[in-house]
């Protein structure tokens, strides 16, 4: 089955960091764009930032600004999420998307819960 494969979230204390990972299996991430976002139950899911084949990141929420950052890793087909400072309100359910042109991959989510 080709999709996304999310992992890295958990519980972490207020200011805190994790570092999510977004796999392809059945698909080499190079050529696609990567997303990530993010969901609380109830809410619309939120773009957060993504990065782009040529590794340009662009950043879609301003509260991650400073404090989350995007990186690929082609030899390990992943692209990764370093969560720096990590507040409440970063509490969601964060899944990745693999994109190119019309066509999209995602993973299923990995919960992230920012709490003391």
């Known amino acids: 089955q080709v999709r996304a494969v999310e992992s890295g979230g958990g519980l972490v204390q207020p200011g805190g960091s994790l570092r999510l990972s977004c796999a392809g299996s059945?698909?080499?991430?190079?050529?696609?764009?990567v997303g990530w976002f993010r969901q609380v139950p109830g809410n619309q899911r939120e773009a957060i930032l993504c990065?782009?084949?040529?590794?340009?990141?662009?950043y879609y929420k301003d509260s991650v600004v400073g404090r989350f950052t995007i990186s690929r890793d082609n030899a390990k087909n992943t692209v990764y999420l370093q969560m720096n400072n990590l507040q409440p309100e970063d509490t969601a359910v964060y899944l990745c998307?693999?994109?190119?042109?019309?066509?999209?991959?995602w993973g299923q989510g990995t919960q992230v819960t920012v709490s003391s």
């Open positions: 998307n693999a994109f190119r042109g019309t066509t999209h991959f």
């Open positions: 990065i782009s084949s040529s590794n340009e990141t662009i």
């Open positions: 059945g698909i080499t991430l190079e050529p696609y764009a």
